[in-house]
């Protein structure tokens, strides 16, 4: 590739799929890092994200946790222009709406369809502030390019391509099936003005020899007259990198138990948040993680179960009931079982939730799971802020951020679970084996990770640099798409006039 010599000229290129799940988010994660490190200054950019799975920004606000790898992808620290709307589902038919960083309000799906046209000046807004100090953004969609039924208003697809004049690759997933219809069946559906934006398409996760699919490739071009700029196979190295969508959870396979594996297991609430938390436990040789689905029990031989995060607190905690999963916990806990809750995963642990003013949903309260010697009140400013400290138990250090609504008090704060900068947090049980806190992102230390789970085996620690491995990851995703796509063509597109 001959990027780096390119002069600067904030050219621009976008990304959609065929449908959800085609694999963008990674495909411009590691585009990212190759055209980053062919000496271009690159900004990832996504108009509006739907997903609980969030990251804070330098500037203070939050922005889709996949956003905030692509920045990383690029050497740089988050920052809210990178994804200008974020939707945070609360119900199934309402969200919380994020705007540059800042909780706006929450809307169900009618009332956000009327409120869309009003938030693209903040995209477009955004969007060009990006553009003054870089040489390239690459752009992310949103679902699927072919919903034309929801065209009217739409930020985050050709509507934002349209209004901000950027080139569009489309991307088909191969892996699914019906990769030829889906490329072709776009084409098809929409206007002519947006099926001229398409530049165009990528197979991804492909398997097999691809040279068997050249036939494909003829036809797809002949039908749409996108030009075919790359075959890339299934990269391994992806696994390796924090999901997007909490669907994961419940169509990806849990790694099967080794005998004398660490059995960490996680209910997958509703509205779980965050869950990239648990990406750490996951890569560990040793260490299995289930996610437990609704419908299942915790298992019985689980080591350690973690609450994790949550967008709607009291109707999670009632559905955590209403699986029997509070039961499960209780007999775990009189097994000599551990639990660590996470933000909202660690409100449930104390011994009243309450919501007054409705924050996450309808206004209540109730009974948490009286593990810990607390009382949450949902209320106030939300809290968004990176975050070092000491995990009090062990003395490691830890680091990570805070992202939550409320206060947490009661007598049980007098035993912390960690101390940051900015004073202690959480809180410990009196034997010890419950705990939890407000912190995201604990389980990245490797030193604390290591003392947390020498704690149910003895073990030599498995040398695991989590940070670290992210960024081969990124390298070898990287590495992979310079071999099996474009660059030079697809940086000759970016830009080109559309």
Known sequence: MTGASVPKAAAA???????????????????????????LQVRPFKPQNMSNNAAVTVDGGEIGRAQALQARACGLTPHTDMNPVLLKPQSETGAQVVVQGKVIGSAKAREYWAMKPSLMPAVLESFERLREDCDLILVEGAGSASEVNLRAGDIANMGFAEAADVPIILIG????????ASLVGTAVVLPESERNRIKGFVINKFRGDANLFSEGLEIITAQTGFASLGIVPYCEAARRLPAEDSVQLSTAPDKAAASGDIIVAVPVLPRISNFDDFDPLIAEPDVSVVFVQPGQVLPVNADLIVLPGSKATLSDLAFLRAQGWDIDLMAHCRRGGQVIGLCAGYQMLGRRISDPQGIEGAPGEAAGLGLLAVETELSGNKTLVAAEGVELATGEAISGYEMHIGTTAGPGVDAAMIELASGRDGAVSADGRVAGCYLHGIFS???????????????????????QGVEDALDALADHLSAHLDLDRILEIARAKT
Do not use: H, P
């Not at 490797?446 to 947390?452: E, K, N, V």
């Open 445 to 467: 230390a490797d030193g604390y990770r290591q003392s947390l789970l020498a704690r149910f085996r003895q073990r030599r620690g498995s040398g695991l640099n989590y940070e």
């Open 173 to 180: 997933d191969i892996d699914r099936g019906g990769v030829i």
């Open 13 to 39: 290129i976008m990304f959609q799929g065929t449908g959800s799940d085609v694999g963008k988010s990674l495909l411009v994660a590691g585009l990212a890092r190759a055209f980053s490190r062919a000496g």
